[in-house]
């Protein structure tokens, strides 16, 4: 029996998996389990798990049925033996010191939870970001007057005040289990929202850390999300947001968490398919068939937007701008530079982000090319 269990849901990341799990079995802290979880992957996943399994005693495979995220974490946390559990997506990797630290901070300070910060690796580039909220020590009073009340939202649209997955952290098991085997498996949206945030409430002792050594990976080809119909879409983010509510109902009113989930599924709302509850007529998928669209912004919103406008056929993409645009070309996606904003013909111009900082910003740039306001539409 291990002190620490690690779960790794896997599908479809053969490319990625052995530097995931090799990542693992090379951290400093030795006393653990590695719970490979192959959800019926289609293609050599499954093999690679076998193969880790035969040449290392802590490697544990669990083979089933695609029943997707939340019922791959299911399975791996009821075959856990750890007294605490920590999760890595299979295309991901981890620095070797990253459980080490979590555990130093378990143990100096005897918490039911340990969030740290994660690093957001684009080709090989790679950012650092640590939680919104302080980093130290919280009892519950602290916790009360200090992460509940903006910890989904501390500002701006997607702006955690405690980051929103469960694979940079710690947990007590007996504090995890019940909020994670409750998660409705139908959830495909915010599957990490609808653990976090419940087993926070639950928790009496948090300790932030300002480790950053869990690696976040995006890759081209995933980089562009899947989207569905537009009656698909709502139905994904109320069933989120039905969850949410329902699971942290009885929080006293002062965490105000009612009005951080309604801001954060607002967001969703937003780059799931155009509209807010607070004005849903202003819809940015409005375009007519023979409209001629561009897209400002190649970050998480940009691809969201220019996935949906490709998918559902609306209009025509006639560019899509970033500063960074050699960064977002290096991985695959179509991403121009900003000068060529004046040389290209569109009828409206999507600023696709979702803080009124970038928006103003993106806006000066507009404006110093000569584009007329009436073709800028923001997502605000």
Same mark, same amino acid.
């Given at each position: 029996?291990?002190?620490?269990?690690?779960?790794?849901?896997?599908?479809?990341?053969?490319?990625?998996?052995?530097?995931?799990?090799?990542?693992?079995?090379?951290?400093?802290?030795?006393?653990?389990?590695?719970?490979?979880?192959?959800?019926?992957?289609?293609?050599?996943?499954?093999?690679?798990?076998?193969?880790?399994?035969?040449?290392?005693?802590?490697?544990?495979?669990?083979?089933?049925?695609?029943?997707?995220?939340?019922?791959?974490?299911?399975?791996?946390?009821?075959?856990?033996?750890?007294?605490?559990?920590?999760?890595?997506?299979?295309?991901?990797?981890?620095?070797?010191?990253?459980?080490?630290?979590?555990?130093?901070?378990?143990?100096?300070?005897?918490?039911?939870?340990?969030?740290?910060?994660?690093?957001?690796?684009?080709?090989?580039?790679?950012?650092?970001?640590?939680?919104?909220?302080?980093?130290?020590?919280?009892?519950?009073?602290?916790?009360?007057?200090?992460?509940?009340?903006?910890?989904?939202?501390?500002?701006?649209?997607?702006?955690?005040?405690?980051?929103?997955?469960?694979?940079?952290?710690?947990?007590?098991?007996?504090?995890?289990?019940?909020?994670?085997?409750?998660?409705?498996?139908?959830?495909?949206?915010?599957?990490?929202?609808?653990?976090?945030?419940?087993?926070?409430?639950?928790?009496?002792?948090?300790?932030?850390?300002?480790?950053?050594?869990?690696?976040?990976?995006?890759?081209?080809?995933?980089?562009?999300?899947?989207?569905?119909?537009?009656?698909?879409?709502?139905?994904?983010?109320?069933?989120?947001?039905?969850?949410?509510?329902?699971?942290?109902?009885?929080?006293?009113?002062?965490?105000?968490?009612?009005?951080?989930?309604?801001?954060?599924?607002?967001?969703?709302?937003?780059?799931?398919?155009?509209?807010?509850?607070?004005?849903?007529?202003?819809?940015?998928?409005?375009?007519?068939?023979?409209?001629?669209?561009?897209?400002?912004?190649?970050?998480?919103?940009?691809?969201?937007?220019?996935?949906? /406008?490709?998918?559902?056929?609306?209009?025509?993409?006639?560019?899509?701008?970033?500063?960074?645009?050699?960064?977002?070309?290096?991985?695959?996606?179509?991403?121009?530079?900003?000068?060529?904003?004046?040389?290209?013909? /569109?009828?409206?111009?999507?600023?696709?982000?979702?803080?009124?900082?970038?928006?103003?910003?993106?806006?000066?740039?507009?404006?110093?090319?000569?584009?007329?306001?009436?073709?800028?539409?923001?997502?605000?």
């Amino acid at each position: 029996m291990a002190t620490v269990s690690i779960i790794v849901p896997i599908y479809n990341v053969e490319e990625e998996l052995r530097k995931c799990v090799s990542s693992i079995l090379a951290q400093t802290y030795r006393d653990i389990e590695v719970i490979l979880v192959d959800d019926g992957s289609p293609d050599n996943c499954g093999a690679i798990c076998d193969d880790f399994a035969q040449k290392d005693s802590r490697v544990v495979v669990i083979h089933k049925e695609n029943g997707g995220l939340v019922n791959a974490r299911k399975s791996g946390l009821e075959k856990s033996t750890g007294r605490f559990i920590s999760y890595v997506d299979g295309d991901d990797w981890i620095e070797e010191d990253f459980i080490q630290s979590l555990v130093d901070c378990q143990q100096k300070y005897n918490v039911d939870i340990v969030a740290a910060g994660f690093s957001k690796d684009i080709g090989d580039d790679s950012e650092r970001f640590t939680n919104i909220i302080p980093s130290g020590f919280y009892d519950k009073n602290k916790m009360i007057a200090e992460v509940y009340p903006r910890m989904i939202c501390a500002g701006p649209y997607f702006y955690f005040g405690v980051c929103s997955y469960v694979w940079n952290k710690l947990f007590k098991k007996e504090l995890l289990y019940e909020s994670q085997m409750a998660v409705d498996p139908h959830i495909s949206i915010g599957e990490d929202t609808a653990v976090v945030f419940p087993v926070l409430l639950k928790a009496n002792t948090l300790y932030i850390s300002e480790n950053n050594s869990y690696h976040y990976y995006q890759k081209a080809y995933s980089m562009l999300k899947n989207v569905d119909t537009l009656e698909k879409e709502k139905e994904k983010v109320a069933r989120l947001s039905n969850y949410l509510t329902e699971a942290m109902k009885d929080a006293p009113a002062e965490y105000n968490l009612k009005k951080q989930i309604e801001r954060y599924i607002d967001g969703l709302k937003i780059i799931r398919y155009g509209e807010k509850e607070t004005n849903p007529r202003n819809h940015i998928f409005d375009a007519a068939p023979t409209d001629r669209v561009a897209i400002f912004s190649g970050g998480i919103v940009g691809q969201n937007i220019y996935s949906i /406008f490709a998918s559902k056929k609306i209009g025509t993409i006639t560019g899509w701008f970033d500063r960074d645009a050699e960064i977002y070309r290096a991985q695959g996606l179509k991403v121009q530079n900003i000068e060529d904003i004046p040389k290209t013909e /569109f009828d409206i111009i999507v600023i696709a982000n979702l803080d009124e900082i970038s928006i103003k910003k993106n806006e000066a740039v507009l404006e110093k090319y000569g584009i007329d306001p009436k073709k800028i539409v923001s997502l605000l």
